[in-house]
């Protein structure tokens, strides 16, 4: 694995733990009558919209972040790095400073309230509007462009990212098929968890994924 697959990684697990989307999803099993329902439509809207981003940018972005042919990286891309660094640095220092807000907490809860209720269509668009990487999703593009992929192999990294990033939906929804109570016990202990826990680990990770991007800005800018 070089560093541009490892820089990969730590943006696939920076956007599976962000606090916003993994709270959205815990909420979206935890409200309602069907969890399981609203669960597995909540993630297909998700999947589905984040997957379609990435077949888009295989064939309008492509390997335009790639290194030139002599070497090194390219200028754009290493201001993107640095740019995207101070960011992502000033969002994880945010979280450790400010504690979750509590009046944002129940706004969210009585949004996914409506959500659990909602016809199909709505819970869909929900989970793709909602659930999606959000502010990765650039980061993720940039990152796969770098390893100079083709077509094919630009939708199957852009699949990786999509999985990971949903992977605490995905596993809380297997949880829900195979032990049905004992899951909704821990889906709704891990709501609680969150608020308290979510917030710091996902600023470690940010603050590892600054730190991978600063370095990668500035050797470009340096070599």
Do not use: C
């Not at 984040?50 to 201001?79: D, E, H, R, Y």
């Amino acid at each position: 694995m070089n560093w541009l697959d490892a820089e990969l990684v730590l943006i696939a697990l920076a956007a599976m733990v962000s606090p916003t989307t993994l709270t959205f999803s815990v909420l979206a099993l935890v409200l309602g009558d069907r969890p399981l329902r609203t669960g597995l439509w909540f993630y297909l809207g998700a999947f589905v919209a984040t997957l379609a981003i990435g077949v888009l940018a295989a064939f309008v972005l492509g390997n335009a972040a790639a290194p030139p042919s002599g070497g090194g990286q390219k200028t754009w891309v290493s201001i993107f790095d640095i740019v995207a660094a101070v960011l992502a640095a000033g969002y994880g220092w945010r979280l450790l400073r400010r504690p979750p807000d509590q009046a944002k907490i129940e706004g969210m809860v009585a949004q996914m309230s409506k959500v659990a209720s909602s016809p199909v269509i709505a819970i869909v668009g929900a989970g793709a509007a909602l659930a999606n990487p959000g502010g990765f999703i650039p980061l993720a593009l940039k990152a796969i462009s770098q390893l100079n992929p083709s077509a094919a192999q630009y939708i199957v990294d852009w699949l990786f990212f999509t999985l990971v990033s949903l992977l605490p939906l995905m596993v809380a929804i297997v949880m829900l098929i195979v032990a049905r109570d004992w899951a909704e016990r821990v889906l709704h202990a891990a709501r609680d968890w969150l608020v308290r826990r979510a917030w710091t680990i996902a600023a470690v990770l940010l603050f590892l994924l600054a730190a991978s991007l600063l370095r990668n800005g500035i050797a470009g800018l340096t070599s």
